[in-house]
């Protein structure tokens, strides 16, 4: 079966920086998009950043120009680096697969941003 496993998430002074990493398994990974979501207490879980499998991506414009979505197919997995980090990127950060096998997700990695 399909798994994403994140890690890298932790506790940042504003302004820090911190690199998530997800690693799949159970899925030809090379060939299907990837995506970052996050959802912060009492709020829906939004889009944060997709990668397609030929390395095209996109971002919310609430983390544009700071964060940075990546993929490594060698090694099934794909990265977030994050700078510039502000209270408000305060959120679990969850990897996503959303592909023909169906619509995966890890089991999230907690960002918390001092200020």
């Known amino acids: 079966q399909v798994q994403l496993v994140e890690s890298g998430g932790g506790l940042v002074q504003a302004g820090g920086s911190l690199r998530l990493s997800c690693a799949a398994s159970?899925?030809?990974?090379?060939?299907?998009?990837m995506a970052w979501y996050r959802q912060a207490p009492g709020k829906q879980r939004e889009l944060v950043a997709r990668?397609?499998?030929?390395?095209?991506?996109d971002y919310a414009d609430s983390v544009k120009g700071r964060f940075t979505i990546s993929r490594d197919n060698t090694k099934n997995s794909v990265y977030l680096q994050m700078n510039s980090l502000k209270p408000g990127d305060t959120a679990v950060y969850y990897c996503?697969?959303?592909?023909?096998?169906?619509?995966?997700w890890g089991q999230g990695t907690q960002v918390t941003v001092s200020s």
């Open positions: 996503n697969s959303d592909n023909a096998q169906g619509n995966y």
């Open positions: 159970g899925v030809i990974f090379r060939i299907y998009a």
């Open positions: 990668i397609t499998s030929g390395g095209s991506t």
